[in-house]
Structures are given as C-alpha cells and as structure tokens.
C-alpha cells in the first residue's frame, strides 16, 4: 500500500469455547499458530495492537486487554483504537489464517468515507476483517461496548465491500474448521 501509514488492531481475546477453551491465538493452522498467519498480513503496519492474553513469545507487538476480559469484540476494538495514533487501521479477528498481505492491501485500498470490509462468498459482511478510518472508528464506539456486535457498530458505518477470494474468509471457529 505505498507510503500510506497505517496501524493494525488483531482481536485476539475470544473464548474458544467451540473450540474446548483453548486459546485461539495459539492453535496451529498449515504448521504456524493463527496468530502468526495474521501477524504476517499485518507485517507492514506501523503499530500491532493485539489484544488478548499477552504472550512472551511474540515481540514488536502492543498488548491490551479489552475491559472486561471476555467482553466481546468491540470492547476489544475500543481497547485496541486505545494505541493506534495513525488515520487508517485495520481490524482483524486472530482466527482467519487465509488472511494475507494482499487482502490487507485490498482493504486499504478500497476504503472510502469510512472504512472497507471484507465480503464473503455467500455476500455476508466479514466484521472482523476490515479496514477502517480511525476517526470513524472512534465515533461509532458506543459509551459501553460491553457485549455489543460488530454488526451494529461498524454496519451503519456503510463500509465499502471487498470481495473475499477464495480461502480469505475462511475462520476457525471449531475443531471441524481446522481441517482444509
């Protein structure tokens, strides 16, 4: 994406709970964690911001925590957009290994007023793989984003859709989802 700088925000404080509990950011998609695979699509960002349990083994990141722990993902947004500093940041979920640096630089692309969302093959907005207008972001937090959806949040943002291609949208979100 040229020169334009850009922050990333990873959400990465879900509960796994289809999962068994287990910490998604560490479970092992095609020989690398989940984390690593989206870390990588994010790899030119000027500031990472994971939020999530902090994990020793992962250097040059920020950390936070949304508030409370477990509290969805917008409050782990609202605690994400607490570190960025830049115009443009992306927002991801750690559970999309088929994310990479070309749908990062789509997304960027592609964003207009507001913001750019990811668009799967069945035409559903992908919340969790966007990229926003910090400002716009901000704005559309509610006083307590405890619990609340993306969906309500960013979809009266009117974003623009992206196209996901093949493999892109693709989460893991149970055990089934782990096999290709």
């Given at each position: 994406m040229g020169r334009v700088t850009w922050s990333a925000v990873v959400l990465a404080g879900g509960r796994?709970?289809?999962l068994g509990g287990v910490d998604k950011a560490?479970?092992?998609?095609?020989?690398?964690?989940?984390?690593?695979?989206?870390?990588?699509?994010?790899?030119?960002?000027?500031?990472t911001v994971?939020?999530?349990?902090?994990?020793?083994?992962?250097?040059?990141?920020?950390?936070?925590?949304?508030?409370?722990?477990?509290?969805?993902?917008v409050?782990?947004?609202a605690a994400g957009l607490a570190h960025v500093g830049t115009d443009l940041v992306?927002?991801?979920?750690?559970?999309q290994p088929g994310i990479t640096r070309s749908?990062?630089?789509?997304?960027?692309?592609?964003?207009?007023?507001?913001?750019?969302?990811?668009?799967d093959d069945e035409g559903r907005s992908q919340w969790l793989i966007g990229a926003w207008r910090t400002d716009a972001l901000r704005a559309a937090l509610p006083d307590d984003p405890r619990d609340a959806s993306m969906r309500?949040?960013?979809?009266?943002?009117?974003?623009?859709?992206?196209?996901?291609?093949?493999?892109?949208?693709?989460?893991?979100?149970t055990p089934r989802d782990l096999t290709p």
């Open positions: 796994g709970s289809r560490s479970v092992v998609v095609g020989g690398r964690t989940l984390l690593d695979h989206v870390l990588d699509a994010v790899a030119l960002a000027r500031r994971v939020v999530g349990p902090r994990k020793d083994d992962v250097p040059g990141v920020t950390w936070a925590r949304e508030d409370p722990p477990g509290g969805g993902p409050a782990g947004l992306v927002v991801l979920a750690v559970d749908t990062v630089d789509r997304l960027l692309a592609a964003v207009g007023q507001t913001g750019a969302v990811l668009v309500s949040v960013l979809g009266p943002l009117d974003p623009v859709p992206v196209t996901a291609r093949p493999g892109e949208a693709r989460d893991v979100d």
